[in-house]
């Protein structure tokens, strides 16, 4: 392996394997591999993408998936073989597909897209241990879910594995043991708020959570919530969308309006992807593929599917190939009246489609989370004026922060969490919420106290949402921030966004921030990749002011004040709301000698921020790095030439 890339990290890894797959293949080759392609696209690849974890490799029967954390890796593995379990029930003996998986939590390399050491050959040989339909664990992983996930293992002791060095200490759950367990156990700190299950009779999902939807700023993903399959309701309760819960949606199978059937498999896997993209949402429900399939092709109004379903939203599209691109159309629906709420389109070359796919599915997921929120908002305005809840406030709160950060707008939807954490202080939707406004509030100091007190209290929030959930991926990125305005440690932010990303990769704002971290740390040249990606992400974000600003600094770092300009210029545009767009822009043209544009720009800033001065930016940005030294000193000339005071 190149040095250069490979990199090392902690992981929890799964490892699965059918039983008896050759004996199934000997039998009926076809079928038995027709069976395990239907498992793996319905069962399999749901359940762990839900629990935030990737698919590594599928090699045969064998199936590789890593975790950032270990209580959802054993989640996700309880849960795919109770799936299975449900699944099998209908299945004739012979034709039984069944698996054994081990979980380890360890160090593994990873190269490219791949993962190998020690951590993962242990997970390889704690699989056989495990019954069919049971899950093995090693002692490492029992000791992070223990007091987390109420399973009741089995200490099978100190086992020997093959070609492992030292014997480790196995934990196991039978088939019938998992059988018995709630098909989703509560978390700890998340009891109150959330209670679901993966029953049989999935059909009573809408009534048993309707009451419980939490939702997380939807340009700011995180990995938590299942997909279900449902029925359609009785006929005595579907005419009605009365008890539906608010975060409902469909995503319906695009259609290949190219009519050109090698097109197929690429507009299948978009509707797969932007399902388990839109599964982010804490707290939606979003119908399984398995069963928006059987609407492919049909010609069914989506009033008719929203009663069927139990849906407010529905996702259409279609995809079309024109030459070299391919173009797709997306559109959400609101099934109460047929109305498009939303709509988009997509361009992309055909040469690379599979990364064209990635694209779209992150960016229609991104603006619908988006348009989703400001729906439910204004649906809450009009239906529980006078009464709203937890729920309903924290809902507004995004919605506002969802726009172009503004004094008013950021103190409006603070007011609106802390409301909200009045009625239901362990809301993580809303801890995090309350968190994001703190954060705007201070880079655009519109904070009402001294800029301590406020950090203070911002790292209080984090914490406690951190109490409530861990592996918040944007708890996590809030703590980085933390770490790096609060306690100037600028190697633990880092690795708290890089833990962010890991818990959810669609996680935009993240990827900015470690690009902002690098220039810092004095490593420029790294960090455009990471607020480009950012951008990639999340083109129409509310932090994209932010972003482009985060590029000319970066820029000015690198003495390429052109393209610092140009992104100075873009940031000012976005929002003129903000100081340092306004302060980055005139460093950059005083850098490039248009001094009378420079001054210009900064009279308008000093008219919005007169206390804006280089002291100030100075005391702000006091990294010791001697590279990013250099170039805050050229920031600095930058700042001189343009008139900012001293």
Known sequence: MSQQRTRRRLEAILFADVVGYSRLVGQDEVGTLRRLQDVLRNVVRPQIKAHGGRIVSVKGDAILAEFASAVEAVASAVALQQAMAARNAVFAHADLIKWRIGVNLGDVLINDNDIHGEGVNIAARLEPLAEPGGICISATVHEHVRGKLAYPFENRGKLALK?????????????????????????????????????????????????LWTYLGPSLPTAAVQTASL???????????????PLSIVVLPFSNAASDPEQDYFVEGMTEDLTTDLSRISGAVVIAPATAHNYKGKKVDVRQIGRELSVRYALQGSARRMTNIVRINAQLVDTMNASQLWAERFDGEIAELAKVQGQVTRRIAGALKVALTEAESQRALRERPSNPDAVDLTIHAWALLNRQASLESTQRARALLEAALRLSPDHLPALNGLGQAMLIQWENTWYPRSGDEHLKEFEYVVDRALEVKPDSALAVYHRGYVLKRSHKDLHQALAAFERAIAIDPNLAVAHNYIGQIKVFLGRSNEAAAHTLKAIQLSPHDPQLALWYYQLALTYIHEQRYEEAIEWGRRSVQVNPNLRYTYRILSAALGLSGRIDEAKMVVADMLRRYPKETIGAFRARESWPDANYRAGRDREIAGMRLAGIPE
């Open 163 to 211: 070609n492992i060095a030292i014997p480790v200490v196995v934990y196991s759950l039978g088939p019938e043991t998992i059988a018995a367990l709630p098909r989703q156990e509560p978390r700890p700190g998340m009891r109150r708020r959330r209670r679901s299950s993966y029953g049989s009779a999935l059909v009573a999902v809408p009534l048993c959570v309707a009451g």
């Open 231 to 245: 029925r359609a309701p009785p006929a005595s309760v579907s005419g009605s969308l009365a008890s539906v819960p």
